[in-house]
Structure formats: C-alpha cells, structure tokens
C-alpha cells in the first residue's frame, strides 16, 4: 500500500477517533470538559483526522456542519461517507491510496480540494463543483493530456497542481494546459503569465500538430489570462505574494511538518505562524504595488514629454517648409507673369539663398530636438534610478517591510519548533507520554540526531525559498 506499513493496524473511522480527534482541537482549559461530556457533534466545524492509519472513511454523517476536514497521510481506498458533508469547503485527501474520483456530488460548496499523491489515473465525475477554485492532484497517475479538458466545466477553478504524473514530460504539456484553461492564475505553484499565449499565438503556422492549433486558437479565443490581474502582479514583481500562495509553496510536500503538528503546542505554531506571514507578505505585496505605479508614472510622463517635443518639433518644421513654399510659389507666379532674364537670374538667386536659409532652420531645430531628447533622456534616468534602487534597498534592508522580515519569522518559528521537539524527546526518554502517542511521531523521534537533522534540512529549504522570491524580485527589477 501506498502509506501502510506492516506494523500497523488500519482503522475505521470511529466514534473513538472522532471524540479523540475532537478533543485536541478543544483548548487546553476545555478538554477535560470534552471529556466528561458527550460531544455536540453539530457544533463541529472543522476536523483533522491526519496520520491515523484510516483504511475507510465512516461514521461522518453527524458532523453535518463540517467545513473544513483533513484526511491526508493515510491508507484511504475509496472516496465514500461524505455524502452529509454538504457544508464542506476545504477538503485534503491528499498522500493516500485513492484510485477513482467519486462520491464528492452533495459537496456542492466545496472550493478547495487535495487529491495529491495518490493513484488515480483519470479526471472524472466532479460535474457539481461549480464553486471550486483550487485542485490539487499533483502525483497521480494521470497519462492522458486530453483528460485536463474535463476541467474546463469548473468555471471557478483558478488555481490548479498537476506536476508530478506522467503526462507533465509531454513537450507541450503546459502550453495545452493554459490553452483550455484560460482563467487559470496558476498553475503547478507558477503564476500563467500573458506571455505564454503569445508563445500560442507564435506556433500557429509554424507547426502542422492540428492539437498545438487548436489549443492556439482556443487560448487566444478565451481573452488575457487574467492580464488585469495577474499581469499587473508580475510587472509590479510581487507574483505569488498575494494571499498565501508563497506560505503555502514553502510547506509543500514537507511530510515532516504536518507530522509533527501533532506536538503539543506545534499545532498552536503552526496556526499563528502563516497569519504573520501572510499579513508580512501582503505588505510587500502592497509597497509592490505602489512602486510599480510610481514607475509606471514616470515612464507615462516621460512618454507624454516625448510625445510633445517632437510635436512641437514637427509643427514648428512644417510651419518653416510652409512659408519657403509660399515664397516659392510668389516666385514662379512672377516669373510667369515676367519672363525677363534679369528677373529670372534675381528670382533664381533668391531661391537659392531661400533654399540655404531652410537648410540652416531645420538643422538648427534638429539640433534643439536632440537638445531637448538628450535632456528628458537624462532627467529620466535620474528618476529611474532613484525609484529602482530605493526599491532595491527596501527590498534588501527591510524584505519585506516595516523591520519585520520573512526569515526572521521563518526563524522564530524554527526555534520554537526545535524547543517544542527537544522538550517531547526528553519526555519520550522518561517515558512521560501515554502509550497511546501516536506511532509516527514515535518513529520520527526515534533519534535525536535524525530529527535534528530533518527539522534543519526543512528549515534551510524554506530560507533558500524566501532568499530565491527575494532574488528573483532583485533580477526582475534589475532587468527591467
């Protein structure tokens, strides 16, 4: 089985673990309380039901006002038992042994689901959906490109995770994919930007494949991929940082971390911890935004400078050919009228000073035009490099701002988490802990060194994350 291990018995969804599970998301001072009393199984808006060897989902159908359920990390066959489960809106069956798409029709609010690492091989029966905007079923085994097209039924979906399965190595895998999903924003963790419909529309007649065609035609047929939206984020450098997509890339497929969530106070960490993160995220986000509109500003103005100087130039230049062609026109008008050669001779000399004279006027506005360009050229610069590198050093002193930085919360948050691992680690070498302490975790903690190690080699990754965002916000305004 895909997460069974031999040594451990697979469960059945229960009233034991439903009470259990009920009463760890109880606050410390209540759960004794929980305990005394039968639970109000109506009151119950969310459960977490992780890393508990559950082979069949049942015995669901009293929590009606569930709206929030996990189920990740076990060795679930079968999607079923969610029938009653009208009012859920977040959903992980992600990391379990799941072969078919089913039994999700009464979900009919549901707007975030996580199919993730299981083994189902097509895209199917999720016709009710209507209200989803984020799926998840990245390593599966999906082998056929076509089948995404199912999804285009989902009129809400926005964000989509499909990497890992077979049909990602196709050659033209992602272009498909954003062809005949045009309002997704994003895709495997990677923002759809407007530029991969240019690329579209740059295949068409380069190719003969009748498939790279039509994704052509149909991606250029369904509008900008979101371009008042999106693109602004990507032109103003703050991609990703809106919500909490870039929290959520750091914890992706770390294992160990929800495992551990299952420590006393770990949970509590790991509720507090993506709400400053996300809060500190759209802070930048926000000074982001309003640097790309002070360049986008500047960049308008020197544009409508431009714009004037040479009209000015152009107007000033047919002004000056204008008055030369009237002089001239007199000119033959009296040299129809009197065609003498002493007249002819004086009017031939006159043209040809006139002549000089509009030679000299028009190189002289040339010169005064250049003047004028290579002034607003370096008055623009100027500007430009005020505005880009004191976004560079706010991104670099104070990333991402007011002194509050993402590594010094991703830090903080280590620190804590270390505390809480060595402190439970003691207790294990006392034998403080019941023996019902969840075998996982036992496994986990099995060696000082070996968690260390784990908790560290986590920790180093999601700094590595935050240190590329911040490189990559660095490059981007460079480039620009």
């Given at each position: ?238 991609e990703y940082l809106n919500g ?39 802070n930048l986000y926000n000074y ?170 986590s920790h180093s990754i999601r ?18």
């Amino acid at each position: 089985m895909h997460q069974f291990s031999t040594n451990i018995e697979p469960n059945i969804i229960d009233d034991e673990i439903l009470q259990r599970a009920i009463e760890e998301k109880c606050p410390e001072d209540l759960g004794d309380i929980a305990r005394r009393e039968s639970t109000n199984f109506k009151v119950v808006t969310e459960l977490q039901l992780s890393f508990k060897s559950i082979l069949q989902i049942d015995n669901l159908w009293p929590l009606e006002n569930l709206t929030k359920l996990q189920l990740d990390n076990n060795v679930i066959e079968k999607i079923e038992g969610l029938q009653s489960l009208v009012h859920l809106v977040w959903l992980d069956l992600s990391f379990n042994n799941i072969e078919v798409i089913e039994g999700l029709d009464t979900l009919v609010k549901l707007q975030d689901l996580s199919l993730y690492s299981n083994r189902i091989s097509k895209i199917e029966h999720m016709d009710t959906l209507q209200e989803l905007q984020i799926f998840s079923i990245g390593r599966n085994n999906l082998t056929v490109l076509e089948d995404v097209v199912y999804l285009r039924r989902l009129k809400s979906l926005r964000t989509l995770n499909l990497s890992g399965n077979p049909f990602c190595r196709e050659e033209h895998y992602m272009l498909f994919v954003v062809a005949h999903l045009p309002s997704l924003v994003y895709l495997d963790f990677k923002l759809v930007r407007g530029s991969t419909v240019r690329f579209l529309h740059s295949l068409i007649g380069k190719s003969g494949n009748s498939i790279l065609h039509s994704l052509c035609f149909v991606a250029l047929g369904a509008g900008s991929l979101q371009k008042s939206g999106s693109q602004k984020h990507t032109t103003a450098f703050v991609e990703y940082l809106n919500g909490s997509l870039l929290f959520d890339s750091l914890y992706a497929e770390d294992r160990e971390a929800a495992k551990l969530a299952c420590l006393p106070g770990v949970e509590d960490l790991l509720q507090a911890y993506p709400s400053w993160f996300v809060s500190v995220s759209g802070n930048l986000y926000n000074y982001g935004l309003e640097e790309y509109e002070k360049r986008e500003a500047e960049v308008s103005k020197f544009y409508k400078r431009l714009h004037e100087i040479l009209a000015i130039n152009q107007q000033e230049s047919k002004r000056i050919i204008s008055d030369f062609e009237s002089r001239n026109q007199r000119r033959l008008d009296e040299l129809y009228r009197d065609g003498s050669g002493d007249v002819a001779d004086s009017k031939r000399a006159q043209g040809k000073e006139d002549i000089h004279q509009l030679g000299e006027a028009l190189m002289t506005l040339e010169a005064l035009v250049s003047n004028d360009l290579e002034d607003l050229l370096q008055d623009f610069k100027r500007s430009i490099d005020v505005i880009a590198s004191t976004f560079t050093e706010n991104i670099q002193v104070i990333y991402p701002f007011h002194s509050i930085q993402f590594r010094d919360l991703e830090n903080e948050h280590h620190e804590k988490v270390m505390k809480i691992v060595i402190a439970t680690l003691k207790k294990l070498d006392e034998d403080v802990f019941e023996e019902n302490f969840p075998e996982d975790i036992r496994r986990l903690l099995v060696d000082k060194n070996t968690i260390v190690s784990a908790i560290n080699m986590s920790h180093s990754i999601r700094l590595r994350k935050i240190d590329k965002r911040e490189s990559d916000m660095l490059c981007n305004i460079y480039q620009w």
